[in-house]
């Protein structure tokens, strides 16, 4: 059973950084390509970063040159490095992956920026 447990979420201020942490287990996680949404209230659910088995990775436009995907394959964990961030990026922030065909998600976590 694939479990994925995210945390680091808070409430930050405009042009501070936080870094999201995504725990995976139930998978061979050094095989799979990892993904972080968000979703914001009110918008729909928007890929932020992806990065496959081999470390390439993929950005929204949005968060281009400020977020960094990196992944742990000896921790099975994927992080989310945020960095300026403004308010515009609030939202709960969910890590995903895909097994057999079926998208796995994350509980998600709460990530809050004030102007």
């Known amino acids: 059973q694939v479990q994925l447990v995210e945390s680091g979420g808070g409430l930050v201020q405009a042009g501070g950084s936080l870094r999201l942490s995504c725990a995976a287990s139930?998978?061979?996680?050094?095989?799979?390509?990892m993904y972080w949404y968000r979703r914001a209230p009110g918008k729909q659910r928007e890929l932020v970063a992806s990065i496959t088995s081999g470390g390439s990775m993929n950005y929204a436009d949005s968060v281009n040159g400020r977020f960094t995907i990196s992944r742990d394959n000896a921790k099975n964990t994927v992080y989310l490095q945020m960095n300026s961030l403004n308010p515009e990026d609030t939202a709960v922030y969910s890590c995903?992956?895909?097994?057999?065909?079926?998208?796995?998600w994350g509980q998600g976590t709460q990530v809050t920026v004030s102007s």
């Open positions: 995903s992956t895909v097994t057999n065909g079926f998208r796995s």
């Open positions: 139930g998978i061979i996680f050094s095989t799979k390509a």
